[in-house]
C-alpha cells in the first residue's frame, strides 16, 4: 500500500524558512518522480515543484525559482522542499504526490501559515 506522510509544516513569519519532508512507503521509492503541489485556502491545487526518480533533474512552478528547493534522499524514502522568502501568499496545505501507472497517490498534507 502506497503511503505518503508529509511533515515540517508551521506557522513562520514572513521572510522565514521551512523544510517540508514526505516520506514514502509502499512502492520502489526511486523508481518514480515525486511532486509538491499546495492548495490556498478558498483556492485550487497548485503545482510547485517535481523531482526525477534519480534526483537528477527538479522543476518548479515559475512564481516559485529561487525560494522553493525540492530534493530527495533515496536511502530514507523521503522527498523535501525548502522553503524560503515565505509569503503571506505562501500560506497553504503542501501535499506530497506520486503518480504511478495511471494512479495517484496524496499524503494528508501539511500546513504552512505565513503570517506575522
Known amino acids: 500500500e502506497v503511503q505518503l506522510v508529509e511533515s515540517g509544516g508551521g506557522l513562520v513569519q514572513p521572510g522565514g524558512s521551512l523544510r517540508l519532508s514526505c516520506a514514502a512507503s509502499?512502492?520502489?521509492?526511486?523508481?518514480?518522480?515525486m511532486s509538491w503541489v499546495r492548495q490556498a485556502p478558498g483556492k485550487g491545487l497548485e503545482w510547485v515543484s517535481a523531482?526525477?526518480?534519480?534526483?537528477?533533474?527538479?522543476y518548479y512552478a515559475e512564481s516559485m525559482k529561487g525560494r522553493f528547493t525540492i530534493s530527495r534522499d533515496n536511502a530514507k524514502n523521503t522527498v523535501y522542499l525548502q522553503v524560503n522568502s515565505l509569503k503571506p501568499e505562501d500560506t497553504a496545505v503542501y501535499y506530497c504526490?506520486?503518480?504511478?501507472?495511471?494512479?495517484?497517490?496524496w499524503g494528508q498534507g501539511t500546513q504552512v501559515t505565513v503570517s506575522s
Open positions: 509502499g512502492f520502489t521509492f526511486d523508481d518514480y518522480n
Open positions: 523531482i526525477s526518480g534519480n534526483g537528477g533533474s527538479t
Open positions: 504526490n506520486v503518480r504511478q501507472l495511471g494512479s495517484e497517490y
